[in-house]
């Protein structure tokens, strides 16, 4: 199994509407991208303001799988229309489970 791992930081000017628009575009991706094998999305929901705000865990057969998601046409949408607007910082890994 391969797993992608991203967490965001949103722009103070973003809105609770636009990281709502950014949860319902990210959702349809696995019932749109096959080799999605788990997808797990969520809010911080801690007081810290070092937090970041937002997780992505998505899981995958491989690094191939994965590489097709990354390049998918239709996740490249949601980055360009929901997720760059409002991103202030991201960090990312990717690293083989099991």
């Known amino acids: 199994m391969f797993r992608h791992t991203v967490l965001f930081r949103f722009s103070p000017e973003s809105t609770t509407e636009q990281v ?35 997780a992505i865990v998505a899981d995958f057969d491989d690094r191939d799988s994965w590489l097709s998601y990354r390049d998918n046409p239709v996740h490249q949408e949601v980055i360009r229309e929901y997720i760059h607007p409002i991103l202030a910082d991201r960090a990312a890994v990717q690293y083989e489970v099991g």
């Open 20 to 54: 709502e628009a950014m949860t319902a575009g990210l959702s349809t991706l696995p019932g749109q991208i096959p080799e999605i094998r788990s997808y797990q999305i969520g809010s911080n929901v801690g007081d810290s303001v070092e937090n970041w705000h937002y």
